[in-house]
């Protein structure tokens, strides 16, 4: 092969090479900056979930390895992967980073069936909510709002749920102890402080996993996307 042909069939490889790469990322829409924490293919990444920040602490490394062995289990036989969907059967527990995080921001589309319920927990903590503004006046708020805060405000500022059955997308900031939110492009909290559910006399833990969570139905998820921060950004 000449010179010539030679460097032509390694240009034209890296070029397959970067096409290739670039259609990859476009299926997943990894933002610039960010890393998927879902490769659409398995669960690679996620563990199920043992009890909670709270009492995790107080579990000696054997009692946690244990446990997380047979929640992990669990989890596999609930959760699982459809044409680069993760599905929730309904039963089990929360589906839960491997990491644990501080200051994030992330990406993740959802969608929920008629009277559907889930969140995000955020540091191992409850949680943006997710459900069906159609079910009933509490619901009526719509999704994105901090629903287990007493102090602080709970509820979004706007209604911004698709239409049940349609994906929706959150983009979600932590920083330190407060959140911002944006539900289908649209602001839903405002720097809030998200309260520390696990122990109401304490502020928000530093750090923690992230947490697809469980409510008894049918759920998917795709496209969740983190980028770590900066204790000043």
Known sequence: ??????????????????????????????????????????????????????TRATMSEEE????????????????????????????????????????????????????????????????????????????????GGLFNNQKHPSTPLVVADNPIGEWNTFYIKMVGEKVTIKLNGKLVVDEVVLENYWERDKPIYETGQIELQNHGNTLYFRNVFVKELPDNA
Not at 97 to 115: C, G, L, P, Q, S
Request: hydrophobic content about 40%; charged content about 25%.
């Open 1 to 54: 092969m000449s010179y010539t042909r030679k460097f032509l069939a390694i240009a034209l490889s890296a070029a397959l090479l970067l096409a290739n790469q670039a259609a990859a990322d476009e299926t997943l829409k990894v933002p610039k900056g960010f890393t998927a924490l879902f490769n659409g293919k398995d669960l690679s990444g996620w563990k199920g979930l043992v009890g909670n920040p709270k």
């Open 64 to 143: 946690l390895a244990a446990a997380q062995k047979t929640a992990d289990e669990s989890m596999r036989a609930h959760w699982s992967v459809e044409e680069g969907v993760i599905v929730f059967d309904g039963k089990g527990q929360s589906l839960c980073t491997a990491k644990d995080y501080r200051n994030f921001e992330m990406y993740v589309d959802w969608k929920i069936k008629e009277k559907g319920d889930s969140g995000i927990y955020l540091r191992g903590t409850p949680q943006v909510q997710i459900w069906d503004p159609n079910d009933g006046e509490r619901n009526a708020v719509g999704s």
